[in-house]
């Protein structure tokens, strides 16, 4: 399976999170990661059929970006208006975009409880992202589960391990989540990823996930045996 | 009231549906008409403290926009992202924005019955619209019932005649649509609308408008009679 990754970012060099997630990237041909701010400054054409070749290319495609107003920055906008035009997105005939998988993975910058009615932001961010849910409609796109991080600067050490794992799996992952399929996963994955991009600290947050699940499978084994059963 | 009508659209002068509603904008010193692209270039920096003066001296805040992909054109996006700072729109001492009504005027390709579960687009323009709300709500101005536009270009002339007073209404009039409100307002406005601008035929719908106003007053009446006992 190969994961198109599209990162819109107007300032992405001065993002903690972005560069956290960048330095995640698993190190393997299958994942392209496509930063649109710095293929294209704001003045220069989009290059349609390029970017309509790299799409088809790919089976999962992923929107990563900061939730900017409860939307994308507006070079992704741009992008979906120049590039998934009708004839090649929807229409009558093509649907080159058919049966391919689609999902977001967004920086938030409020707390997860504060996006429910009552919250301060007083909207889900399943109700926030319909757009984004209607584009995969209208293209015949699978919408994946989404990755949502918030207030990636107060995350512990240990908040930031797991999301290394659950960044690699929406990248690399069978869309299922079953325990089951995470286990295998993250053992195989985990092996593979590049340590010396990761640092030393990168390094040992690696090492405790492995033996972590080590010492943890039979657990795991009665916990999935406990799901399977719900 | 002061009204501030932003548009954003990359090809006005090409748009049938916005030059309409240009040529029916209502001619007072109360409604001001800003247009993002015909004001900055994609290369051009936005003057915030500009545009947010701009803000602060109108009562009612509406933007106006082709509904591309489910939201607005890239440079309404960059607008948001780059005037409604923190300090400014929101945060713990300054609400600028707070207390104006907010609204929306959308410009939709596709059908209106396409928009619910089970049509052609799979939700409703008020869930796909949620992001806006989302802004209102932070921001603290109060939301707008939208002008949504389906299909222009294969309106009737009733039709369109219709839409000129919603419009109409919706940048000068009061909040409240009820039938009352309604029949005062257009027999007011309409008699102030330039009609040199809108050519013979838009000056037709004018006279007709305001005779048929005036044929039906009394069933008006009833009507508005029936609905206020509901």
């Given at each position: 399976?190969k994961?198109?990754?599209?990162i819109?970012?107007p300032?992405?060099?001065?993002?903690?999170?972005?560069?956290?997630?960048?330095?995640s990237v698993?190190?393997?041909?299958?994942?392209?990661?496509h930063h649109l701010?710095?293929?294209?400054?704001?003045?220069q054409?989009?290059?349609?059929?390029?970017?309509?070749?790299l799409l088809?290319?790919?089976?999962r495609?992923l929107?990563?970006?900061?939730?900017?107003w409860?939307?994308?920055?507006?070079?992704?906008k741009?992008?979906?208006?120049?590039?998934?035009?009708?004839?090649?997105?929807?229409?009558?005939?093509t649907?080159?975009l058919?049966?391919?998988?689609?999902?977001l993975?967004?920086?938030?910058?409020?707390?997860?409880?504060?996006?429910?009615?009552?919250?301060?932001e007083?909207?889900?961010?399943?109700?926030?992202?319909t757009?984004?849910?209607?584009?995969?409609?209208?293209t015949?796109m699978?919408y994946?589960?989404?990755l949502v991080?918030?207030?990636?600067?107060?995350?512990?050490?240990?908040?930031?391990?797991?999301?290394?794992?659950?960044?690699?799996?929406?990248?690399?992952?069978?869309?299922?989540?079953s325990?089951?399929?995470r286990?295998?996963?993250?053992?195989?994955?985990?092996?593979?990823?590049?340590?010396?991009?990761?640092?030393?600290?990168?390094?040992?947050v690696?090492?405790?996930v492995?033996?972590?699940?080590?010492?943890?499978?039979?657990?795991?084994?009665?916990?999935?045996?406990?799901?399977?059963?719900?």
């Amino acid at each position: 399976m190969k994961t198109l990754v599209i990162i819109s970012h107007p300032e992405i060099d001065d993002s903690g999170s972005q560069q956290y997630l960048l330095s995640s990237v698993p190190q393997t041909e299958d994942v392209t990661i496509h930063h649109l701010e710095g293929t294209y400054s704001a003045s220069q054409p989009i290059d349609v059929e390029k970017e309509q070749q790299l799409l088809a290319a790919h089976d999962r495609i992923l929107f990563q970006f900061p939730f900017y107003w409860y939307s994308s920055p507006p070079m992704l906008k741009r992008w979906q208006d120049e590039v998934l035009l009708e004839g090649f997105a929807y229409g009558k005939r093509t649907h080159r975009l058919s049966g391919k998988e689609f999902g977001l993975i967004l920086v938030v910058g409020v707390p997860e409880k504060e996006y429910q009615a009552g919250g301060r932001e007083g909207f889900a961010i399943s109700a926030l992202t319909t757009p984004f849910q209607a584009i995969a409609r209208k293209t015949g796109m699978e919408y994946l589960k989404p990755l949502v991080i918030f207030q990636f600067p107060y995350m512990k050490e240990h908040e930031k391990m797991a999301l290394l794992i659950r960044y690699q799996q929406m990248l690399t992952g069978d869309k299922s989540d079953s325990l089951k399929a995470r286990e295998e996963w993250i053992v195989e994955q985990l092996e593979q990823t590049d340590r010396n991009l990761l640092g030393a600290t990168g390094d040992l947050v690696l090492e405790e996930v492995l033996s972590t699940i080590e010492d943890n499978r039979l657990t795991l084994d009665e916990l999935e045996m406990l799901l399977d059963n719900m």
